[in-house]
């Protein structure tokens, strides 16, 4: 997803010169190296210092450029809240806060380095947009979304790199509304992020045993798609939210709000992380798995 | 007229200034009747420095309207200055100055982007220096040759963010931000020189910082005037200004309830009474 975005973003910063990209010293990965070598006032570091990220990024979008703050997902957002809020969510402007490594991705960092309250705190703030991608095709439709727009904030969400594709047969992102990446009749799993590449493994898996599952991406988080939740509310008998993210201010709540006020009669399941600092270490699915996240549980939730 | 008022004379009149300053000061005690928090010390502080920045550096925009630099008021505390300044250029309605703080108005106690002459929404201290590098560097992007100027308040200078902001303005080479230090003392709770001392000397940490810095009376707009047109340049330019905070009405000099304090019917007439021209 990081090379993806970074590739993506080079292609429209070729064509667009107001695109800017402040780091707060994170090492540019691929396309990221080219474009810095491309562009070379237009990519700024600021070193370990992420108000001055988003400070600077807000007095550029103030003089007509577009910039994206790029950092770690605990550091782009967590560290420079108050400016994220008051100098981009309070002043409307159009810019981009990237956070890397969404969720528990750092797996072996600790703590410090997990942004499990990301969703809810950006979602929380007026004017901001949410959106965390699931694959890297909807990352690179994301990204696409976010260098066209001139509206106001978003927070784009991604993990780090190498997740898989999952998106392959699913219809074209389109920024706000629900996208279905696989049919189904019996039970409906939305979510967002990669962790729901494990809905679609648990998706293909319980096919076998007779068990028909549409899986959706919720990729925009904030405006949610209400319009297209609710329809899958009234069709679907059973529902599983599944999300990265601590369960208060995520997904899952506000699923269950949006059934209770449509009147909607399906049961409906949710998997998050835990509201709890784990300290454990391991890789990425050792972690998941120490929050209650993994593809067997998901299984035994979809099937239940 | 003392001589270095004479050499500069030319170029910006100080008399004018003054008689100015002292109108500024006449229309913040005018709307100050009329709410019951205006912040008139600190914008006191800040009349002589926002003064000689409108009308002394700032450079008129090509089509005659408004300016091709910009000015963003990081004390946003002090904005009543600031909107007694752009009442007084037409830039901003006087009909507005009127409604300040009230539902049918626009202006707040603290400015707001989009508001006429207003580029930033501050308020919350230690955020204009962020935007202003961002401003600035964005200009220096776009080749315009704009500048930059921020009035920013020594209290906000206690705020990590503001010296995160000086130490890239010196990385990007930013000659065309030129930061106002309206050193008035006066801290929400006491006087900075005996409750932080290490603040101190300000002028070398600038400077270490990779800033050019002069130090003034932020009353003598002459003098300020002055320093900025004698800058050697290449680096980003701090004025410190010494000031008083209440400056102008001898009452409220130095005394810190007129942070947020509006004068009664009594003090308004008091200081009516009292306001006189200020010289450094």
Not at chain 1, 36 to 64: D, H
Not at chain 1, 165 to 192: H, M, S, W
Request: charge should be neutral.
């Amino acid at each position: 997803m990081r090379n993806t975005f970074a590739k993506t973003f080079l292609e429209a910063a070729q064509k667009d010169a107001r695109l800017c990209v402040v780091v707060a010293d994170i090492s540019p990965a691929g396309a990221m190296d080219q474009f810095r070598k491309e562009f070379p006032e237009r990519f700024i570091n600021t070193g370990v210092a992420e108000q001055i990220m988003i400070g600077m990024c807000a007095g550029m979008s103030m003089r007509g450029l577009k910039p994206f703050a790029y950092t770690i997902a605990t550091f782009a957002l967590y560290r420079p809240f108050e400016f994220i809020r008051d100098d981009l969510c309070y002043q409307d402007l159009p810019v981009t806060v990237v956070g890397i490594g969404g969720g528990v991705t750092y797996s072996t960092l600790g703590g410090t380095h997990h942004a499990m309250e990301d969703v809810a705190i950006a979602s929380a703030i007026p004017n901001m947009r949410v959106i965390a991608p699931c694959d890297p095709e909807e990352t690179r439709a994301a990204t696409q979304w976010c260098v066209a727009q001139e509206e106001g904030p978003v927070y784009l969400r991604l993990g780090k790199a190498g997740e898989p594709l999952i998106t392959q047969n699913a219809k074209p992102f389109a920024f706000g509304k629900v996208r279905l990446l696989r049919e189904g009749r019996d039970v409906c799993i939305l979510g967002y992020g990669p962790v729901l590449k494990l809905g679609m493994d648990a998706a293909v898996a319980l096919e076998k045993r007779g068990i028909s599952v549409a899986v959706a991406s919720v990729h925009t988080l904030k405006p949610l798609d209400r319009e297209g939740i609710v329809p899958l509310l009234a069709s679907f008998p059973k529902v599983v939210v599944m999300e990265e993210m601590v369960p208060h201010g995520g997904l899952g709540n506000t699923v269950k709000a949006l059934a209770w006020e449509s009147g909607a009669r399906c049961r409906i399941d949710c998997l998050s992380l835990q509201d709890e600092f784990i300290h454990s270490y391991g890789n990425h699915d050792e972690i998941l798995r120490a929050h209650g996240i993994s593809f067997d549980r998901v299984v035994q939730l979809v099937s239940a | 007229m003392r001589p270095d008022e004479k050499r500069v004379s030319e170029r910006f009149d100080v008399a004018a200034a003054r008689r100015r300053c002292m109108q500024y000061r006449r229309r913040i005690l005018d709307i100050s009747q009329k709410v019951t928090a205006l912040h008139a010390a600190p914008a006191f502080s800040c009349v002589e420095i926002t003064d000689v920045i409108y009308r002394g550096l700032m450079r008129p925009a090509p089509d005659g309207k408004g300016f091709s630099d910009a000015f963003l008021m990081s004390k946003g505390h002090g904005c009543m200055t600031q909107y007694a300044v752009l009442e007084a250029l037409g830039i901003l309605a006087s009909e507005e100055l009127d409604r300040y703080c009230t539902p049918q108005g626009i202006l707040g106690a603290h400015p707001d982007r989009g508001n006429p002459g207003i580029e930033a929404s501050t308020g919350s201290l230690g955020h204009g220096m962020g935007i202003a590098v961002g401003m600035a560097h964005a200009e220096k992007i776009l080749r315009s040759g704009k500048r930059i100027f921020a009035v920013l308040s020594d209290g906000e200078l206690q705020e990590g963010s503001s010296w995160e902001g000086a130490m890239m303005a010196a990385n990007l080479h930013l000659d065309n931000l030129l930061a106002f230090v309206d050193l008035n003392d006066i801290g929400g709770l006491e006087k900075m020189s005996q409750s932080h001392t290490a603040f101190y000397p300000l002028r070398e940490k600038f400077e270490s910082f990779g800033w050019e810095s002069a130090e003034v009376n932020g009353h003598d707009c002459a003098a300020m005037h002055q320093a900025v047109n004698a800058r050697r340049g290449g680096r980003p330019y701090a004025l410190l200004c010494k000031t008083v905070k209440g400056r102008g009405v001898e009452f409220m000099e130095h005394v810190p309830i007129w942070h947020y304090r509006s004068p009664s019917k009594e003090e308004y007439a008091a200081a009516i009474r009292d306001l006189r021209e200020v010289s450094a």
